[in-house]
């Protein structure tokens, strides 16, 4: 949350407060038309997240650094890598309101994204450790893209300029939507990882709007693979995670003195935008009428008399049912498919302005944040099979030992003969099942 150059020139007025968890947006109206006489009236809406910064003034007590950003944030990302989850953290706001700062930085502050690429190499001990997870050997994959007029461009890869975007976005029946051709990157220390993202912020389309001088015109996306091959338990395994850091265009109305170029990418840029937020207003409310359907099971369950239809079609009393999802509306939202609703950790920035002239972007874009807030996404972690399925079968093993001891110690029991020699088969194939799996 900060000013631009323009809002600054203007003299703008602040009307966004922050207090703790609460962000307050104030709206000046000056009515003259019912009794001749100007009346300033204001009114105020708040919003409540899981942090709120305040960055206008570098001056100020509550002013919120790079640093505390990424204590709050990147170290969440980290930890959820880590442990073996996909994690996706995005930027939405305006032009002008901080998104590429927040994610990408500058040289004197650095921002989110490298910062997050620095500690992959330094923390990832720590949390093996504290995870009491034991880690033999680590592998980090990167690649960037662009989304620029519903097109992807790889933007770590040379290109013929005379030949147009050809990067196609796929989908795979397990690990979802992807891109065909886009290249990877070993990297094995920080400094590559800070020349592959300058090298691709360089490539990154950019152009002056009536907003801001030099607006990112294109949806880029930073992803790091992570795969850890680890020994737990004795048995050798691999844990992937995929982190993509996201920095959205800016989105504003557009201007009729511009050429047909920037019109056109304004309106691809507002499709984008307009079709994430719907995708991310049905996941709200299909979340919600998910959670209701598990209220009133509990209560059914409990002896409530309610009929409620199968929870997984989300129908209640067949009445709502879940709302199809637009996925495919965008090549954005497609792409973050797993991110939005499906099996990831994710987490939404939304920068604003707190300029009174920017009141209804802002509100926009607090509205957004507040309903994506509702969605549950249902991410897991990911994890050689073989090992999970050899885990879980050792895991059954102990549990019908115990049994059998227990059953051993009453052969008073006249049944007693036969439970045991049941529950000894059932140990008996559950090993040979894992002698089969070892193999």
């Given at each position: 949350m900060c000013f631009d150059s323009r809002e600054s020139a203007e003299g703008g007025r602040v009307i966004v407060e922050v207090d703790d968890k609460v962000t307050t947006?104030?709206?000046?109206?000056?009515?003259?038309?019912?009794?001749?006489?100007?009346?300033?009236?204001?009114?105020?809406?708040?919003?409540?997240?899981?942090?709120?910064?305040?960055?206008?003034?570098?001056?100020?007590?509550?002013?919120?650094?790079?640093?505390?950003?990424f204590q709050d944030l990147g170290t969440s990302v980290l930890s959820g890598a880590f442990r073996g989850y996909n994690i996706c953290l995005f930027a939405y706001g305006q032009t002008g309101s901080g998104k590429t700062y927040t994610m990408m930085g500058t040289p004197a502050s650095i921002g989110l994204t490298p910062r997050i690429c620095e500690c992959l190499n330094k923390c990832f001990l720590f949390f093996f450790f504290f995870f009491?997870?034991?880690?033999?050997?680590?592998?980090?994959?990167?690649?960037?893209?662009?989304?620029?007029?519903?097109?992807?461009r790889d933007?770590?890869?040379?290109?013929?300029?005379?030949?147009?975007?050809?990067?196609?976005?796929?989908?795979?029946?397990?690990?979802?939507?992807?891109v065909q051709g886009l290249s990877q990157h070993l990297v094995t220390d920080y400094k590559q990882v800070v020349d592959l993202l300058e090298e691709g912020i360089a490539k990154r389309i950019t152009a002056a709007t009536h907003i801001h001088n030099a607006s990112s015109r294109s949806h880029a996306i930073f992803?790091?693979?992570?795969?850890?091959?680890?020994?737990?338990?004795?048995?050798?395994?691999?844990?992937?995670?995929?982190?993509?850091?996201?920095?959205?265009?800016?989105?504003?109305?557009?201007?009729?003195?511009?050429?047909?170029?920037?019109?056109?990418?304004?309106a691809n840029i507002n499709k984008s935008l307009v079709t994430l937020g719907i995708v991310i207003s049905t996941l709200a409310q299909n979340s919600q009428i998910f959670s209701s359907c598990q209220s009133i099971n509990t209560l059914t369950s409990e002896g409530e008399s309610s009929h409620v239809d199968n929870p997984s079609t989300g129908s209640v009393s067949g009445s709502r049912r879940p709302a199809y999802i637009p996925?495919?509306?965008?090549?954005?939202?497609?792409?973050l498919k797993d991110s939005l609703g499906g099996n990831s950790k994710t987490i939404m920035i939304a920068t604003i302005s707190p300029a009174s002239s920017s009141y209804n972007e802002t509100m926009s874009t607090l509205r957004y944040a507040s309903n994506a807030k509702n969605i549950i996404n249902k991410p897991r972690v990911n994890e050689d099979a073989n090992v999970?399925?050899?885990?879980e079968l050792r895991e059954e093993i102990d549990r019908l030992k115990t049994l059998l001891m227990s059953f051993e110690l009453r052969n008073s029991?006249?049944?007693?003969?036969?439970?045991?020699?049941n529950l000894t088969e059932l140990v008996l194939q559950n090993e040979m099942k894992v002698c089969m799996n070892h193999l």
């Open positions: 947006v104030r709206n000046v109206k000056v009515d003259s038309r019912l009794d001749g006489t100007w009346d300033s009236r204001e009114k105020t809406v708040a919003f409540s997240f899981d942090y709120c910064y305040w960055s206008v003034d570098p001056e100020d007590p509550k002013y919120a650094s790079q640093e505390m950003v009491s997870i034991v880690c033999t050997e680590h592998y980090i994959f990167c690649s960037f893209l662009e989304i620029y007029n519903e097109r992807v933007l770590l890869k040379q290109s013929d300029h005379k030949k147009p975007y050809t990067l196609r976005v796929r989908e795979h029946p397990e690990t979802g939507p992807y992803t790091i693979h992570y795969t850890q091959a680890i020994l737990e338990n004795n048995l050798p395994s691999e844990i992937a995670s995929k982190i993509n850091l996201v920095d959205l265009a800016g989105s504003e109305r557009a201007d009729p003195s511009y050429c047909k170029d920037r019109i056109t990418e304004g996925y495919r509306d965008s090549i954005l939202t497609w792409l999970k399925l050899i885990r029991s006249p049944w007693s003969d036969d439970r045991d020699g």
